[in-house]
């Protein structure tokens, strides 16, 4: 009878061998290398050299910090959606992938689901940290000298609504019905995309021409947006639900994470952070600070851009009634239950 050890061994052997390798040559790396310390694993050296602001204001690296931390929760975001979207990574425990799986399990989709919308829980909770957590004359000073970048420019926000819906629903909303029967080919999509709805946003107010804030995004990340869509026209979150049996597309628990990611991405997060921009730039009722002149106000509310992921999981008054006052009340009383 073998004794543990020497089964590990037998096993690293047969790992190694399976790929033409020398196991005793790993186990000599092995002697010599280092213990692994918190600080190197997380790159944590790295990580604090990633704030540099641009003006002397502390509150500036508030700013920073935040959107930074926004951003890794959108890749922890965007990192469950390529699973769903691979049908869940078949891996073995000795560590061998076996590639996607063919279909979708839904307690794994599930599980997912619900993981995506604690991020956005977190995110939408946390908000107070731009809303109520700066100074606001900094703030207003501070931002001049960041001009003409915008979390608007945020090329991972956008993929998650592209990971998550078809392209037809992130139309903007003015052409969204033209555009019910285009087929989801090449060609549809290259149509789709020229009425995407953020070339709504970022726009002057006065010209309705497109801000530079605008223009730069397009030029950076149009052609991998678009291409991203196309690659994702069949495993977006909706299409992989979709794909579901019946059944399984009915089960109670899977319908509400699905409204909830759709109202969390939709609904919650852009009021809390339309609040915010609010706070900052809207001195009084009707005055908007010098914002660099973009149509925030009519852009950022989410019932004017009504984006909704998954329009067939909500009810015609619900979708009425998006991102007003009735329909928040109505998915807060359902959080309770
Ligand atoms: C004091 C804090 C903030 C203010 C005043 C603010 C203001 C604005 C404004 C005015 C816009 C409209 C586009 C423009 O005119 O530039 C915008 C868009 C946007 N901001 Fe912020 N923002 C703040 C914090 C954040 C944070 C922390 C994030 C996280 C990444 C963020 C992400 C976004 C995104 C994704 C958009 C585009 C939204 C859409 O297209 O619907 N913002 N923001």
Same mark, same amino acid.
């Given at each position: 009878? &073998?004794?543990?050890?020497?089964?590990?061994?037998?096993k690293?052997e047969?790992?190694?061998?399976?790929m033409?390798?020398?196991?005793?040559?790993?186990?000599?790396?092995l002697?010599?290398?280092?213990?692994l310390?918190?600080?190197?694993?997380?790159?944590?050296?790295?990580?604090?050299? @990633?704030?540099?602001?641009?003006?002397?204001?502390?509150?500036?690296?508030?700013?920073?910090?935040?959107?930074?931390?926004?951003?890794?929760?959108?890749?922890l !975001?965007?990192?469950?959606?390529?699973?769903? /979207?691979?049908?869940?990574?078949?891996?073995?425990?000795?560590?061998?992938?076996?590639?996607?799986?063919?279909?979708?399990?839904?307690?794994?989709?599930l599980?997912?689901?619900? &993981?995506i919308?604690?991020?956005?829980?977190a995110?939408?909770?946390?908000?107070?940290?731009m809303?109520? %957590?700066m100074?606001?004359?900094?703030?207003?000073?501070?931002?001049?000298?960041?001009?003409?970048?915008?979390?608007?420019?945020?090329?991972?926000?956008?993929?998650?609504?592209?990971c /998550?819906?078809?392209?037809?629903?992130?139309?903007?909303?003015?052409? #969204?019905?033209?555009?019910?029967?285009? /087929?989801?080919?090449?060609?549809?999509?290259?149509?789709?995309?020229?009425?995407?709805?953020?070339?709504? %946003?970022?726009?002057?107010?006065?010209? %309705?021409?497109?801000? @530079?804030?605008?223009?730069?995004f397009?030029?950076?990340?149009?052609?991998?947006?678009?291409?991203?869509?196309?690659?994702?026209?069949?495993?977006?979150?909706? !299409?992989?639900?979709?794909?579901?049996?019946?059944?399984?597309?009915? &089960?109670p628990?899977?319908?509400?994470?699905?409204?909830?990611?759709?109202?969390n991405?939709?609904?919650n997060?852009?009021?809390?952070?339309?609040?915010? /921009?609010?706070r900052?730039?809207l001195r009084?009722?009707?005055?908007?600070? !010098?914002?660099?002149?973009?149509?925030?106000?009519?852009?950022l509310?989410?019932?004017?851009?009504? #984006?909704?992921?998954?329009p067939?999981?909500?009810?015609?008054?619900e979708?009425?009634e998006?991102? #007003?006052?009735?329909?928040?009340?109505q998915?807060?009383?359902? #959080?309770?239950?």
């Amino acid at each position: 009878m &073998r004794n543990e050890s020497e089964e590990r061994l037998a096993k690293l052997e047969e790992k190694y061998a399976s790929m033409g390798q020398d196991m005793n040559a790993y186990l000599d790396g092995l002697l010599i290398s280092n213990y692994l310390p918190y600080w190197e694993y997380v790159n944590l050296d790295t990580l604090l050299t @990633l704030q540099k602001p641009r003006t002397d204001f502390p509150d500036e690296q508030i700013f920073i910090m935040y959107h930074q931390i926004t951003e890794l929760y959108f890749r922890l !975001a965007l990192h469950e959606m390529e699973q769903i /979207a691979h049908n869940g990574r078949n891996v073995l425990p000795n560590g061998n992938d076996l590639g996607w799986n063919d279909s979708l399990d839904p307690a794994f989709l599930l599980e997912r689901l619900q &993981r995506i919308n604690r991020y956005f829980d977190a995110l939408t909770q946390s908000y107070g940290v731009m809303e109520t %957590g700066m100074d606001k004359e900094q703030f207003l000073r501070f931002r001049m000298a960041l001009l003409p970048a915008s979390g608007f420019q945020s090329a991972q926000y956008r993929k998650i609504e592209i990971c /998550a819906t078809p392209l037809r629903n992130l139309v903007h909303r003015d052409h #969204r019905d033209s555009f019910a029967a285009t /087929a989801d080919d090449d060609k549809g999509m290259d149509a789709m995309f020229q009425h995407i709805y953020w070339k709504a %946003g970022a726009t002057e107010i006065g010209t %309705g021409k497109k801000t @530079l804030t605008l223009h730069q995004f397009e030029q950076k990340y149009g052609a991998e947006l678009l291409n991203l869509a196309k690659d994702y026209r069949a495993k977006n979150i909706w !299409a992989r639900y979709a794909s579901l049996p019946e059944t399984d597309r009915q &089960r109670p628990e899977l319908v509400s994470q699905m409204r909830l990611l759709d109202a969390n991405v939709n609904i919650n997060w852009p009021l809390q952070h339309y609040r915010t /921009a609010a706070r900052y730039l809207l001195r009084d009722k009707d005055e908007v600070a !010098a914002t660099g002149g973009t149509n925030w106000q009519q852009y950022l509310p989410p019932r004017f851009m009504k #984006r909704i992921f998954f329009p067939d999981l909500w009810t015609p008054q619900e979708k009425d009634e998006w991102g #007003r006052s009735w329909l928040i009340a109505q998915l807060n009383e359902a #959080r309770k239950e």
